[in-house]
C-alpha cells in the first residue's frame, strides 16, 4: 500500500513539473513572438523615417542623423542596434513635434502613420516586458532553477532602447 501510495505520489510529481516546464516553454514562446511583433514594427517604422527623410525637407543634420539611425535600425542585428533604435526614437519624437508647431512640414498621412505606428510599438514593448519579466520571474523560482525546466533556453534579454520612454 505505501509502494502504491509512493508511486502515486512521484506520478503527480512528475505530472507537475511536466506542467511547469511546458508553462514555462508556452512563456518562452510569448516572449518570442512579442519579440517578433516588435521587431516588425520596428522595421515598419524605420521604413517609414526614409520615407519622411525622401518625402520632406529637412535640414541637413536632422536628415542625416534620421537616415544613418533609420538605415542600421533596417540592416543590422538588435544587438548593434540598440542605439540607433534610440537614436531614431528621439530623432521622430522631434520631428513629430516640429511638425506640430509647424517648424517641419510632414504630410498629415505621414504625421498620422507615425503616430499610430508609435502608439503600437508602445503597446508591443508593454508586452514584451511583461512577457520576458514574467519568465525571468518563472526561472528564479527555486524548483525551476533545481530541475533545469528551463533547459538550454536562453534568458530572454530587454534591450535598451525598450526601457526608453522616448516613442
Known amino acids: 500500500m505505501r509502494f502504491i501510495a509512493g508511486a502515486l505520489v512521484l506520478l503527480l510529481f512528475i505530472w507537475y513539473l511536466s506542467f511547469s516546464a511546458a508553462r514555462l516553454d508556452r512563456l518562452h514562446h510569448?516572449?518570442?513572438?512579442s519579440w517578433e511583433h516588435l521587431d516588425a514594427l520596428l522595421q515598419r517604422r524605420a521604413a517609414l523615417a526614409l520615407d519622411i527623410s525622401h518625402q520632406t525637407d529637412l535640414d541637413p543634420a536632422t536628415d542625416f542623423i534620421l537616415l544613418q539611425s533609420a538605415y542600421v535600425s533596417r540592416e543590422e542585428a538588435i544587438?548593434?542596434?540598440?542605439?540607433?533604435?534610440?537614436?531614431?526614437?528621439?530623432?521622430?519624437?522631434?520631428?513629430?513635434?516640429s511638425a506640430r508647431s509647424g517648424e517641419v512640414s510632414i504630410s498629415v498621412r505621414l504625421l498620422e502613420e507615425l503616430t499610430a505606428l508609435t502608439e503600437k510599438i508602445t503597446l508591443a514593448i508593454?508586452?514584451?516586458?511583461?512577457?520576458?519579466?514574467?519568465?525571468?520571474?518563472?526561472r528564479s523560482k527555486p524548483l525551476y532553477r533545481l530541475f533545469h525546466l528551463a533547459g538550454k533556453a536562453k534568458l530572454p534579454r530587454i534591450y535598451s532602447f525598450e526601457e526608453d520612454s522616448l516613442l
Open 126 to 138: 508593454a508586452i514584451h516586458l511583461e512577457a520576458v519579466n514574467s519568465v525571468a520571474k518563472l
Open 30 to 33: 510569448r516572449v518570442e513572438t
Open 79 to 97: 544587438i548593434d542596434r540598440n542605439d540607433a533604435e534610440r537614436s531614431l526614437s528621439e530623432s521622430l519624437k522631434f520631428l513629430r513635434e
